[in-house]
């Protein structure tokens, strides 16, 4: 149990690092993992953007950490990233003791189904058709895959996914 404390810990700095270097917000953790926001708490035009840039960075990360964990011998090390874009209701919110500053509503919520689904599929980084959109070309080096529409739980309708890809020259 420790040495697993041990890596999670190490694996958390490692994300928190890439998050903040994107100008990210880390809102909480989740066990071995977080959820960033970007655009809040400060609004930024490009957050769509360089939260798509900072998923990339994550995945190369953990890249690097799957090596770390097998010399380790630490068990299977997946990291699921899903990015989803839109508004939501932000702020601080719980009892003044407890009082924590988080997203909520159907954007945060899509962002953790897409994240799981990536997990479990071993994808990595999957961003929603709506982030497609928004980043356009900005991330000229990125290339879209779009993937077959899926169901994804809680939601009604199949949900069109993308993987993005670094294009190599």
């Known amino acids: 149990p420790e040495q697993v404390g041990a890596f999670v810990d190490a694996a958390l700095t490692a994300f928190v690092t890439v998050v903040e270097r994107h ?10 993992g977080l959820i960033a926001l970007f655009g809040a708490p400060t609004q930024s035009p490009d957050a769509v953007v360089r939260a798509t ?4 960075d994550l995945e190369l ?9 097998q010399q380790a ?11 989803a874009c839109g508004s939501a209701v932000v702020g601080a919110v719980g ?16 962002a953790r189904k897409i994240q ?20 356009g070309d900005a991330l000229p080096a ?8 899926m169901a994804m739980r809680g939601i009604g309708l199949p949900v069109t996914l993308y993987r993005p890809e670094p294009v190599s020259y």
């Open 23 to 32: 100008g990210g917000h880390v809102e909480r953790f989740l066990g071995d």
């Open 53 to 56: 840039a900072c998923a990339l």
């Open 61 to 69: 990360v953990s890249q690097r950490l799957l090596v770390d964990s």
């Open 73 to 83: 011998g630490i068990a299977r090390f997946v990291v699921g990233v899903g990015v």
């Open 95 to 110: 009892p003044p003791r407890r009082r924590v500053y988080q997203a909520m509503g159907d954007v945060p919520a899509l």
């Open 116 to 135: 799981q689904e990536a997990k479990n599929q071993g994808l990595g980084v999957l961003v929603s058709e709506a982030v497609v959109t928004v980043v």
């Open 142 to 149: 990125v290339r879209f895959t779009k993937l077959p529409p």
